[in-house]
């Protein structure tokens, strides 16, 4: 299929979902209808959705096209129910939100820039008004929302409370609270590197995979671990914490509480403050990985570095789980001479059957991995067959 024939036939498609989405079961003269689309057109994209499984027939009373009586039409239905799902990625800087419909098809997506050093109250607010935006500009009725999901940069204990992070102002706070009662829909919060192993496990890297390790380094460093096909929440909520992994027992305080964690050795401020000294002009993390992508010398040997404390600490885990791959997420964990550096520690450090067992890939999903790991949250929270 053509790039254009493709891109119109999608167009096509989401435009004919969306108005079912919308009205609720409708007859194919109905779509007609509403969508302006040919009756073969109709046909055909019908044909296509009930094959994939996202629609169904169902005997009711459409409207006959030509208005004369005789049999009631058969009426066509979104096979996952109508309504759409909120999810959100809330970043140290950004938000990322995204309306999607039952198939996990993205109906709307936005990036807006966002302080979290602003209280959590003011944040929720925040989001809560940009998620009545979306839905205003998608023309979707609030009650057609049958949850949201949000990725957080810190950890969220099993009562819906932040336990540490990089927030100052979050910790004790519960996001998940504020968020049910500010929007009105069943919401979840979740760590953001549990959410981008939700989102590689049902879209990217993971599919399809059972045991597998999720890792987000940026910021921070977190991990998402797969385990027979489920992440692993702990007794808490708070597993994965791989930023926390003590390297130094006498190393300097972490905000966490305890000393020499990975994180205060491998960092976004840590690696800007070693690499300044080569550089005149003030550096930024995008310039860093600018330089990276340019082959940068200095700059690519402290991301492998980096890549081989992670890895150092990433091949113990290896060796007790034995997962079949490590998934690297964030704008430091997804950097090639990064995952180089991992490669290099597993080889080293795990166990030799556990280390080849496990390759070493790029997330497919780069920066929309926590945005499509709560879509995938929000439609399991919102599935019939939920426990919740
Ligand atoms: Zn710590």
Redesign the pocket.
């Known amino acids: 299929m053509t790039g254009s024939l493709g891109e119109l036939r999608a167009a096509n498609r989401d435009q004919l979902v969306r108005v079912l989405e919308t009205n609720g079961p409708l007859s194919r003269a109905d779509l007609m209808r509403h969508t302006g689309l040919s009756r073969s057109t109709v046909s055909n994209l019908v044909a296509q959705l009930i094959d994939d499984h996202l629609l169904q027939e169902r005997e009711g009373r459409g409207t006959p096209l030509n208005g004369r009586g005789g049999r009631p039409p058969t009426l066509l239905e979104l096979s996952g129910g109508t309504g759409i799902v909120v999810g959100v990625d809330l970043g140290h800087r950004h938000v990322r939100a995204a309306l999607a419909r039952p198939d996990s098809s993205i109906a709307l997506e936005r990036s807006f820039a966002l302080d979290v050093d602003d209280s959590p109250d003011a944040t929720i607010d925040r989001v809560a008004a940009l998620i009545d935006e979306l839905l205003a500009e998608n023309g979707s009725a609030r009650e057609h929302v049958r949850a949201v999901a949000m990725g957080v940069p810190g950890p969220v204990d099993r009562d819906g409370r932040m336990t540490s992070g990089i927030l100052p102002y979050w910790r004790g706070a519960r996001p998940v609270h504020a968020l049910a009662e500010r929007t009105g829909f069943t919401a979840v919060v979740d760590n953001d590197a549990h959410m981008g192993a939700r989102g590689e496990l049902a879209y990217g890297a993971a599919r399809g995979r059972r045991d597998v390790i999720y890792v987000k380094a940026s910021t921070g460093i977190g991990a998402g671990v797969i385990v027979d096909g489920r992440l692993v929440g702990g007794s808490t909520g708070e597993a994965g914490e791989l ?2 992994v003590q390297v130094d027992e006498k190393g300097i305080m ?3 509480g ?1 000393r020499g ?1 990975l ?2 050795e491998v960092s976004i401020p840590k690696m800007l403050e070693l690499l300044q000294a080569a550089h005149d002009q003030p550096l930024t993390l995008e310039r860093v990985l600018v330089l990276a992508e340019e082959g940068d010398a200095g700059v690519n040997r402290a991301l492998s570095d980096a890549g081989r404390r992670i890895g150092r600490v990433l091949a113990d885990l290896c060796t007790m789980l034995n997962p079949e791959r490590i998934v690297m997420g964030g704008d430091i964990g997804s950097a090639s001479a990064t995952i180089a550096g991992i490669r290099e520690s597993l080889d080293r450090h795990a166990q030799p059957n556990s280390a080849a067992a496990a390759d070493v890939v790029r997330g497919e999903l780069g920066v929309r991995a926590e945005l499509m790991g709560a879509i995938a949250v929000a439609l399991a929270a919102s599935s019939p067959t939920a426990r919740r």
Do not use: D, I, K, V
Request: one cysteine or more; aromatic letters at 0%.
């Open positions: 930023g926390h972490c905000r966490c305890s964690c994180e205060t």
